[in-house]
C-alpha cells in the first residue's frame, strides 16, 4: 500500500490551521471560564455531582 504523494505546503498550510484553532479554542475555553465565575449557578444535583443549569459548570461530589 502506497502512500498518497504529499506536498510539503500541505502539511505546513495543515499545521497552522491546527495551531490556529488551537488558540481559538483556548480563546472559547477562557470565555467559558469567565462566564462560569460570574454565574448564579442553579444546580441540578445527582448523589455524585452537581451541574448548574445556567452555565454548565460542573462540581464533583464524589470524593
Do not use: G, W
Request: include cysteine; charged fraction near 30%.
Amino acid at each position: 500500500m502506497d502512500q498518497p504523494f504529499t506536498n510539503k505546503e500541505d502539511v505546513a498550510t495543515l499545521k497552522q490551521e491546527v495551531i490556529r484553532l488551537k488558540e481559538r479554542i483556548a480563546q472559547l475555553e477562557q470565555q467559558i471560564a469567565e462566564i462560569q465565575q460570574k454565574c448564579r449557578h442553579v444546580f441540578f444535583e445527582t448523589p455524585v455531582m452537581r451541574k448548574c443549569v445556567k452555565c454548565h459548570y460542573v462540581e464533583s461530589l464524589y470524593y
